[in-house]
């Protein structure tokens, strides 16, 4: 698995339970018990996305005595979503130029 930052972040989000372990780390920290809360799956199984999360930089774990809370770290989305709005851009672009070509050729031949 390539392990640039890009490629860490996509493939951690693929997955839709650590995308909403992030949704719920949105909200605030949290243990992994808490994380663990409303998935069927053991907490080994929980562990094992956080650190797929925490290995892509899009969490950290803290620690205060016995309680290692969970944060979430927005600087991988920030970097994602800019590189996703570099090209979305560039798709912008041509899907208006595409719809006035639609538009064009529905219109028929100018008189």
């Not at 493939?11 to 995308?19: E, F, I």
């Not at 909403?20 to 996305?49: D, W, Y």
């Not at 991988?76 to 912008?92: G, M, N, Q, V």
């Amino acid at each position: 698995m390539p392990d640039d930052q890009l490629s860490l972040t996509f493939a951690a989000l693929a997955d839709p339970t650590r995308r909403a372990i992030l949704a719920r780390l949105a909200e605030g920290e949290a243990t992994v018990n808490e994380l663990a809360e409303p998935f069927e799956m053991s907490l080994q199984a929980v562990s094992k996305h956080l650190k797929v999360l925490e290995r892509a930089g899009l969490i950290s774990r803290g620690r205060d005595a016995q309680w290692r809370p969970c944060r979430l770290e927005t600087a991988p989305l920030e970097t994602a979503s800019a590189w996703i709005d570099r090209y979305r851009d560039r798709w912008s672009g041509r899907f208006d130029r595409l719809e006035q070509e639609i538009r064009r050729i529905q219109e028929g031949p100018s008189a």
